[in-house]
């Protein structure tokens, strides 16, 4: 089955219930979750760069995901990436590649269809980037 799994958070309520289907699917196999957290740095014309949350926010994120795994008894590590606006799922990508996930575990905040066209999301772009699985949760 799935022995290393990556598991993409952030603040919204669906990554609540990608924590649990992280969880679900990584007790099939007694697997591991690698929980991440990508903090996105807003660019600034003239002014660098901005953070939109502080170091201790972003690390909470992922804190919070990998304790509800330990928990429940699953194996979890946790880790918080920086990333420029719009590249997290690139680094998610790359951060499953790093730690040779099997799968991909993230929610998706559901925008419509036409706004998902427009905009992209995040999880759409991990499905077209990945080289692996990914169980987008909703």
Do not use: C
């Amino acid at each position: 089955m799935y022995d290393r799994l990556l598991l993409a958070v952030d603040r919204s309520d669906v990554a609540e219930r990608a924590i649990v289907a992280a969880r679900e699917l990584a007790s099939l196999s007694n697997g591991e979750v690698w929980v991440l957290h990508v903090r996105e740095k807003e660019v600034m014309p003239r002014g660098g760069f901005f953070m939109v949350e502080s170091d201790a926010e972003a690390r909470s994120v992922a804190e919070h995901a990998a304790k509800e795994l330990d928990d429940a008894g699953i194996k979890a590590h946790y880790e918080v990436q920086s990333t420029i606006y719009g590249q997290a799922s690139r680094a998610i990508v790359a951060i499953a590649q790093a730690h040779d996930a099997d799968v991909i575990v993230m929610g998706s905040r559901g925008r419509g269809d036409l706004a998902s066209l427009v905009f992209g999301g995040t999880a759409h772009k991990v499905i077209q980037l990945s080289d692996r699985p990914v169980l987008v949760v909703r």
